[in-house]
């Protein structure tokens, strides 16, 4: 008797399509042979890399989805998308693309939300990459086991076990981040959690209707275009939106060398946003204020 095929993950191929599209964009983007290995950090920002200071500060909170498409070399990205080609199309051929796809784009949110928080009180870091989702599919897949087979699940412990393997190698790597980098252990801990919890939320025997599920999917479709479209937006509207701290400064100094009130004053209040307590730029203020006579 012939086994019977399983069926398309078209989601799962759909994702690692479009993470490979973003990969290849960047590259193409960043103009230099070497972007094949390894991006540039500008072109991350550029393409909507969550880093912590602008994503808190600023309220750039589309990086939160955006980042979770882009990946900063070429063994970063193939080893995410290798886990997501292992892991994904096991859960969408259990539960369905209608609750898979909004799982792997919650767990990506959280994870980036975690890491965001966690770098903006510690080390400010910029982070990127699928990793985040990849481990909540991870975390959903356990507690699918834990439901259908209970804590003696052979799948569960399986997750458990990649799951507790995936954040040794993360404090490795901030012993010595080697060729690997650094690894985001705070996004893998808020994507396995924000991916367990979905899973858990999951009805048993509940099976959506074809519009439901079409609507799901659409509405996920949207969600991730909108977050790269504010992304663009962003890029090409606000002067300021891939400067750092001392480069706004910079650009009020300027500003206010040649007399031009109202540029320094945006670029000073920029500035403030990032470093709300910087004694450079309340006197920056301070200058700009008796200058321009404001």
């Known amino acids: 008797m012939e086994a019977e095929p399983k069926a398309p993950a078209h989601a799962t191929r759909a994702l690692v399509l479009l993470n490979v599209g973003v990969y290849l964009a960047m590259v193409v983007y960043s103009r230099t042979p070497v972007a094949a290995l390894r991006i540039p950090g500008r072109t991350l920002l550029v393409f909507g890399a969550n880093s912590p200071i602008f994503t808190v500060a600023e309220n750039r909170f589309e990086t939160l989805l955006s980042s979770c498409f882009l990946h900063g070399s070429l063994l970063h990205i193939a080893f995410n998308l290798v886990v997501l080609w292992r892991v994904g199309p096991f859960l969408e051929r259990s539960v369905g693309a209608a609750r898979f796809v909004p799982l792997y784009l919650v767990a990506g949110v959280v994870g980036s939300a975690v890491s965001s928080l966690y770098g903006y009180l510690t080390d400010g870091v910029m982070s990127v990459g699928a990793s985040g989702a990849v481990c909540g599919l991870v975390g959903g897949v356990l507690v699918l086991g834990l439901r259908t087979e209970g804590k003696e ?12 393997l995936t954040l040794l190698i993360g404090l490795v790597s901030r012993l010595d981040a080697g060729p690997i980098g650094r690894i985001d252990n705070a996004a893998h801990v808020g994507g396995a959690i924000g991916g367990a919890f979905v899973a858990a939320l999951w009805r048993r025997g509940l099976v959506y209707s074809k ?79 008796r200058r321009c006579g404001r």
Not at 153 to 162: G, H, Q, T, V
Not at 222 to 250: K, M, N, S, Y
């Open 153 to 164: 699940s052979p799948l569960a412990r399986a997750m458990a076990r990649w799951l507790a």
């Open 211 to 289: 519009g439901t599920r079409a609507a799901t999917l659409a509405v996920s479709c949207v969600v991730v275009l909108a977050a790269g479209a504010t992304v663009v937006v962003r890029d090409t509207t606000d002067p300021f939106v891939l400067l750092g701290r001392d480069e706004r400064i910079q650009v009020a100094a300027t500003a206010l060398w040649e007399g031009r009130c109202g540029d320094a004053e945006a670029a000073a209040r920029r500035a403030e946003r990032i470093d709300p307590r910087s004694r450079d730029i309340e006197e920056l203020k301070r200058n700009i204020a």
